[in-house]
């Protein structure tokens, strides 16, 4: 395996416990489940499309990978997963009207106060243009997304800052989604491709 493909994984790797640490906020915080859902899709599409551009060794990680992909590719929940990526990326460039109040937070003692830090985060940011508080993280190198924290109670509030990515129907299934659910079959079958590449690592 080239060392640009345990790169590529290392990558991956971080993207998928930010990810994890959105599901968290999912299953654990039913009043900012969309952020945590958000998290799950935005970091959770960057593992996918590491794992899409791996580049080929010719020897037994390809042999692992090509069907292990294929296959993740064809899945329902990918699918899902996909065109839930689409429709927030469309929806954020439309942008929104939020309000957030943020009062009495000393920087840098309360910034544990927010929770687990993500792997290679960068600056802390508050009331961005969707009000939200987090942190912005190097996913690749050259390429940042936004990880959006909880913010205590005691420090103020942000008006469901994620409330227009609620996103559980989908124009090919109008049926809702059991956000909890398929958060967890998303980021386990990730989880799953990434311990088998790692297994074929010499």
């Not at 909880?150 to 942000?158: F, Q, R």
Request: charged residues 30%; glycine residues 8%; contains cysteine.
């Amino acid at each position: 395996m080239s060392e640009l493909t345990k790169a590529f994984l290392q990558h991956a790797r971080a993207a998928l416990d930010t990810a994890f640490q959105g599901y968290s906020v999912v299953k654990d915080h039913p009043s900012r489940r969309m952020a945590g859902f958000r998290n799950v899709v935005v970091f959770g599409g960057h593992v996918r499309k590491a794992l899409e551009d791996l580049p080929p060794d010719g020897g037994e990680f390809d042999r692992f990978m090509k069907p292990k992909s294929r296959e993740f590719r064809k899945s329902p929940v990918a699918r899902l997963f996909e065109e839930l990526s689409r429709e927030i990326r469309k929806r954020e460039a439309q942008g929104l009207d939020t309000r957030a109040r943020v009062v009495g937070f000393n920087y840098p003692a309360d910034v544990p106060k927010l929770g687990p830090r993500p792997a290679h985060s960068r600056e802390l940011f508050m009331g961005d243009e969707l009000g939200g508080v987090g942190w912005e993280v190097e996913v690749l190198p050259g390429v940042v997304e936004k990880y959006y924290a909880i913010l205590p109670a005691a420090y103020g509030s942000v008006d469901e800052f994620l409330s227009f990515t609620a996103v559980v129907q989908t124009s090919r299934d109008p049926r809702p989604i059991d956000v909890v659910k398929v958060c967890e079959q998303y980021i386990l079958a990730l989880e799953q491709i990434l311990r088998g590449a790692a297994r074929t690592v010499p």
